[in-house]
């Protein structure tokens, strides 16, 4: 991850990994609130950083097939954009966050559209569960690529 650390923080923040989410994903700092756990998931996602994402998982969800499950989508994924549109406190210990991530796995450019749901537990925010949409996306060579670059498809991620 050393490289990583001058490199811009995956979730879109706009700041270095480093001052971003990584001190999430190290437990050198705790999340406040449901967007930045969210956030540092997603990170963690594109850095690969499985053992974050488990113990990020509501205790009461977690289950022997998990982590295994979590490795393998984190393995043969690439993740290119993140936009999250609202994040939503309903009260003291729930929270929610609807986000859009653009990915491509099996070279397969996909949308996942989330309503995610999380909970306040023993003092620390834990993914619960999504509602979720998956959506394919057709690419022409001279859309825009998902990726946020500003460049056509055929220039940027459709190469190869």
Not at 95 to 102: C, G, I, L
């Amino acid at each position: 991850m050393s490289d990583l650390n001058q490199q811009l923080c995956p979730c879109g923040s706009k700041q270095l990994f480093s001052a971003c989410c990584q001190p999430y994903i190290k437990a050198e700092k705790t999340v406040e609130n449901a967007e930045q756990l969210m956030r540092s998931r997603y990170s963690a996602y594109a850095t690969k950083a499985v053992d974050y994402l488990y113990q990020t998982q509501a205790p009461a969800t977690r289950d022997n097939q998990l982590k295994q499950d979590i490795q393998a989508f984190a393995e043969q994924t690439q993740f290119l954009h993140l936009q999250v549109h609202q994040h939503t406190v309903l009260n003291d210990k729930q929270q929610q966050v609807e986000f859009t991530a653009v990915y491509k796995v099996q070279n397969q450019f996909q949308q996942l559209n989330e309503l995610s749901d999380f909970i306040f537990e023993d003092n620390q925010w834990y993914y619960q569960q999504g509602k979720s949409d998956f959506i394919s996306l057709k690419l022409g060579r001279n859309d825009p690529c998902p990726c946020q670059s500003g460049k056509k498809f055929k220039k940027c991620c459709g190469v190869g």
